[in-house]
């Protein structure tokens, strides 16, 4: 996972509150490698922020590749040596990576580690490796090589050098359990905005749906190219334009197509997924953006009450049946 500050300009979604009068009350805070945003409406106090925050961090501290003795850490650490104890919330997370692995055909693969690293996109060290570079890191990232075993909730990277990267669901697991925490302390209405992983709930006052703002890719962070209208869901984008650089006019984003170890090339600029588990729409989204639109929407097909909107090169938009989108930026087009 990227953890650098930069990442805080590059969050996919935006929340809007134009129904709403005024934000009653929000808090947010740097973590994740993303501005985190939290408002509970209806309604939250000090001690239920607190509450999740120090969640969404004890989260960072257990899976961030950058914290040396996280537990991502210390199973990539022991990579090709020793299976590594995990916490079980760190487990669940692996496993349901490995799950989406699976699934994707290997297009979603948490082992990507060692290609995020190669080419260090967001990193002062971002730059673009050699052919060979790649051709040496890329056997190392294979899921089936990741063992895991949930009767002692261990973990086992195969082969040495191997690593784990949960940048692409991580963000998602937090917002669940940051939703969790304010469903469960009686919040009856709240937003929670993990760097582009949201959740809504509740209904609002003048029982209006929610607006979801959708980044405009070629704009500032903020500007909106469309709104989702959605109620009781997790919104989640992954695009080539939150975290990327740019060489001989040739943009390298930090989406990864594990069967080649470059970023993903094909015609979308970004994926969102809608759906009801955050963990689920964030792994979706990632897996859906390297697998394209065709084979993308096969993958949706086997998760029914998950929508999606397809933002393509060409400023074309096609949404899945039942998404309420609307267009903000006239130079963008729905193709449905
Ligand atoms: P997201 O923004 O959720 O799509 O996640 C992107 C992040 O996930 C990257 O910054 C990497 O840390 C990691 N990543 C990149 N490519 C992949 C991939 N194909 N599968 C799983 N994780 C990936
Ligand atoms: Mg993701």
Not at 155 to 175: C, E, R, S, T
Request: glycine share 6%; with cysteine.
């Amino acid at each position: 996972m990227d953890y650098k500050k930069s990442a805080a300009l590059s969050a996919a979604i935006i929340l809007l509150f134009f129904s709403c009068n005024h934000i009653t009350s929000s808090q947010y805070e740097f973590a994740l490698g993303t501005v985190c945003s939290v408002s509970l409406f209806e309604y939250g106090n000090n001690t239920i922020y607190n509450n999740i925050f120090f969640k969404i961090r004890e989260i960072e501290n257990q899976m961030s590749v950058h914290i040396p003795f996280s537990d991502i850490s210390r199973i990539n650490a022991a990579a090709g040596i020793e299976p590594v104890t995990v916490n079980e919330d760190v487990f669940k997370v692996i496993e349901r990576a490995k799950y989406f692995a699976e699934v994707s055909g290997g297009a979603f693969d948490p082992t990507v580690g060692p290609i995020v690293s190669l080419w260090g996109i967001g990193s002062e060290n971002q730059r673009v490796p050699s052919q060979k570079e790649i051709e040496e890191t890329l056997p190392l990232v294979n899921w089936r090589y990741l063992e895991l075993d949930a009767e002692t909730n261990s973990v086992f990277l195969k082969y040495p050098n191997m690593a784990l990267d949960l940048g692409a669901i991580a963000k998602g697991y937090a917002a669940d359990e940051a939703s969790n925490i304010a469903k469960s302390a009686g919040v009856k209405r709240a937003s929670i905005d993990l760097g582009g992983n949201v959740i809504i709930y509740g209904i609002k006052k003048d029982k209006s749906p929610w607006r979801v703002g959708i980044q405009n890719p070629g704009k500032d962070r903020g500007i909106i190219l469309g709104i989702i209208n959605v109620q009781d869901k997790t919104v989640v984008t992954s695009g080539i334009y939150e975290r990327y650089f740019t060489e001989n006019e040739i943009h390298y984003h930090h989406i990864f197509d594990p069967s080649n170890g470059y970023p993903a090339q094909n015609s979308l600029i970004s994926v969102t997924v809608i759906t009801d588990i955050s963990m689920d729409a964030d792994a979706l989204s990632t897996a859906i953006f390297v697998l394209g639109f065709e084979k993308g929407s096969e993958l949706l097909k086997d998760f029914p009450q998950a929508q999606a909107v397809f933002i393509f090169k060409d400023n074309s938009i096609i949404t899945t049946p039942g998404v309420n989108f609307t267009i903000t930026d006239k130079t963008y087009f729905l193709k449905n």
